[in-house]
């Protein structure tokens, strides 16, 4: 019995797992101006998939990489989230040519109902000149006021990194600092889950599935012979 139950309780954790991965990373851009990353576009991140573009207030069961609904929902508080200032095209344009900002105060994105875990987090700076993002803190991660102002992905002036975020009770808090800045804000984000998506569409996938469901198999064979 022991052999069956603990070849189930695998096979249900990978289920599980290959199921809720890609929910948990998210690619956002802030600003609707522009429009929208293609899907293809994985920034610095390296993260292809789909990007959702938030404007400000709360937007409920946010759509992760797969573009299948969560239970994640992000709210967004700023002056305003009609930055922009289209220069670079493409997908560059529609992730850094807009973004949300406030005049020389704060801006912040929450996030409620994440998986717990430790997340990398890519944080992009306005393309517009009179925009800075100010100093910028994620659950307690600091990153440096940055200015963006960039059509490449440089880091440390198109983005920075916030590294090792703990999430504990399924919220992210990300809180820009604008004082003393004319305008302060931010053009995306993206946030990296603490464990990859397990790939169960490509042929090693495929095969570590079925490798475990024959040994779930065989768990239940010797359970009804009576082997334990």
Known sequence: MRIAFRCLVLVASLAVLASSALGQSFNIDL????G?????FSAAANQSGMWDTLGLGTTSNLPGLSGSPTSVSATVTAGYDSGGYPVCGGDIDALLGDNIYT???????LFNGLANGTYQVYLYGPRNSSVDTGAIDVN?????????D???L???VAYAV???VEVTDGTMTIAGDGTGLSYAGLAGVQLVSPAPPIPTSSPWGLALMAMLLVAAGIGILRLTQGVS
Request: hydrophobic content about 20%; some cysteine.
């Open 154 to 156: 440089d880091e440390g």
């Open 140 to 148: 307690g991660v600091s990153v440096a006021d940055f200015t963006g």
């Open 36 to 40: 929208t990353p293609s899907n293809g």
């Open 103 to 109: 005049g020389s105060g704060n801006w912040s994105v």
């Open 150 to 152: 960039s059509c490449s």
């Open 162 to 164: 916030a590294e090792n």
């Open 31 to 34: 600003g609707p101006s522009q």
